[in-house]
């Protein structure tokens, strides 16, 4: 079954805390990216990949760091949160550069 | 960075209406693209469009590239209670920012049976 699996689905943690949220497709595709989803605002890109070792910053790339280091996975770091990082967040991949699909997301809370 | 302006914000119908939504932007966008978003899920990819003027369906539902590059909408016709959700348009760049997505800020769909 294709899909794009995230973990964590839901996570707490406080200000400054390093944490890491994983994104893995099994398709293949070429293309993955990652969206930040706030209420009022819709969805706004962070970051996109399209290839191995090609990653560029999307709409709103402060605070957030990726890797392409293999096809499948595209993990989103961020080194130091803060509570304006609460937010819903999903990873997509897709061939070309569009992304067909989506992850469920991850709900982050930052206190 | 890019906007794009959708609208309506949110609409309430009743079940068998068309639906009509679209999006509107001052950048022009080599893709567009329509997804679908149920609570608690990620978007569904409805639609993708590739060339201006393009009018491409799928099911009951039909998109058009507007012919400045600037503008798509989405036809949602007879609409039943299960097209409930959210629907958002999304615009790529090409150029130097191939593979940058633009979303707009959704529509909210709600169908009275």
């Known amino acids: 079954e294709a899909q794009v699996t995230q973990n964590p689905r839901y996570l707490i943690t406080v200000t400054g805390k390093k944490l890491t949220v994983t994104c893995s497709q099994n398709?293949?595709?070429?293309?993955m990216s990652w969206y930040r989803q706030d209420p009022g605002l819709g969805l706004r890109q962070i970051y996109y990949?399209?290839?191995?070792?090609?990653?560029d910053k999307g709409d709103v790339p402060e605070g957030y760091k990726v890797s392409r280091k293999e096809k499948r996975n595209f993990p989103l770091i961020l080194e130091s949160p803060s509570p304006n990082q609460t937010s819903l967040y999903f990873c997509?991949?897709?061939?070309?550069?569009?992304?067909?699909?989506f992850g469920d997301g991850t709900r982050l809370s930052i206190l | 960075g890019q906007q794009l302006n959708q609208s309506p914000q949110s609409m309430f119908i009743q079940e068998g209406e068309d639906v009509s939504m679209n999006c509107t932007s001052s950048s022009i966008f080599n893709t567009w693209l329509w997804y679908k978003q149920d609570p608690g899920e990620g978007p569904v990819l409805l639609i993708a469009l590739y060339k201006a003027g393009e009018l491409t369906s799928n099911g009951r539902l039909t998109a058009q590239f507007g012919i400045t590059r600037k503008d798509s909408f989405l036809n949602i016709s007879a609409s039943i209670p299960s097209d409930v959700g959210i629907y958002f348009c999304?615009?790529?760049?090409?150029?130097?920012?191939?593979?940058?997505?633009?979303f707009g800020q959704g529509t909210i769909l709600t169908v009275h049976p």
């Open positions: 999304a615009g790529l760049t090409g150029g130097t920012s191939y593979g940058k997505l633009t």
């Open positions: 398709m293949n595709h070429e293309y």
């Open positions: 990949s399209m290839n191995v070792e090609v990653t």
């Open positions: 997509a991949s897709g061939r070309g550069q569009q992304p067909q699909h």
